[in-house]
């Protein structure tokens, strides 16, 4: 069966640190992968957009990375601060389909 | 400009009545979705709309959701005799083509409860 995983404990780190987030996926063949970020209470937020022919995607203090061998994505954030504390959700397609698979998300917690 | 808006923020409802929620998504996004977020889960895809038309209803959980658009702007999901199992953040959003090609745009979401 086709599932996402992202990390269900919290990641906790210290401000100032590289957070690195990842986005498992079995049994698809995504031709793209996006980045959400979501605050308690609120709609997600786009972050990032990665497409299936490349390998790497960064934007100021964000990197994304997409291995489809390892059928996984790492999301980077340097330099992280306390407002970077939020809950960070991939999603994807089923290559070809318009309709997104989000992961559950994974909350990360930058300590001042 | 403005976003995706959601009405209501809020409503709670009892067990058994009908409810509906709007979406307002930006102006000339032709892509809507629906979406289910509970507590602690992923976002649960519902439908999507390409301008008025819904090319795949297969994410509604039952025949008690339905949602339809109309001038290809505003969306109605209505949710029939509801059941407590239903209560959770209902979230809009809109892109302005269908696919993850595109970035979606989520409005704040209408929180349901049924007691």
């Known amino acids: 069966s086709q599932k996402i995983e992202q990390n269900s404990e919290a990641l906790n780190i210290q401000e100032g640190k590289t957070a690195t987030l990842t986005c498992n996926y079995t049994n698809y063949s995504p031709a793209y992968l996006q980045w959400y970020r979501q605050d308690p209470g609120r709609g997600p937020v786009f972050l990032l957009l990665i497409r299936e022919n490349e390998k790497e995607k960064r934007k100021e203090r964000l990197k994304v990375t997409f291995d489809t061998t390892l059928k996984q994505s790492l999301f980077h954030i340097t330099a992280s601060q306390p407002a970077d504390s939020a809950t960070y959700l991939c999603?994807?397609?089923?290559?070809?389909?318009?309709?997104?698979?989000f992961g559950r998300g994974t909350s990360l917690i930058v300590h001042p | 400009g403005a976003g995706v808006s959601q009405s209501p923020s809020n409503k709670v409802t009892e067990k058994g009545k009908d409810v509906e929620l709007r979406c307002d998504p930006i102006s000339g996004h032709t892509a809507l979705y629906w979406y289910r977020q509970s507590l602690g889960q992923g976002l649960e895809f519902l439908i999507y709309?390409?301008?008025?038309?819904?090319?795949?209803k297969s994410g509604l959980p039952s025949d008690r959701f339905s949602a339809e658009r109309t001038g290809g702007s505003v969306s109605t999901l209505t949710i029939q005799r509801t059941q407590q199992e239903d209560s959770a953040v209902y979230l809009c959003?809109?892109?302005?083509?269908?696919?993850?090609?595109?970035?979606?745009?989520f409005g704040p979401g209408t929180r349901l409860t049924v007691t």
């Open positions: 709309f390409q301008g008025n038309s819904a090319p795949d």
């Open positions: 959003a809109s892109s302005f083509k269908p696919g993850l090609a595109n970035e979606q745009y």
């Open positions: 999603a994807l397609d089923a290559g070809g389909s318009y309709i997104p698979t």
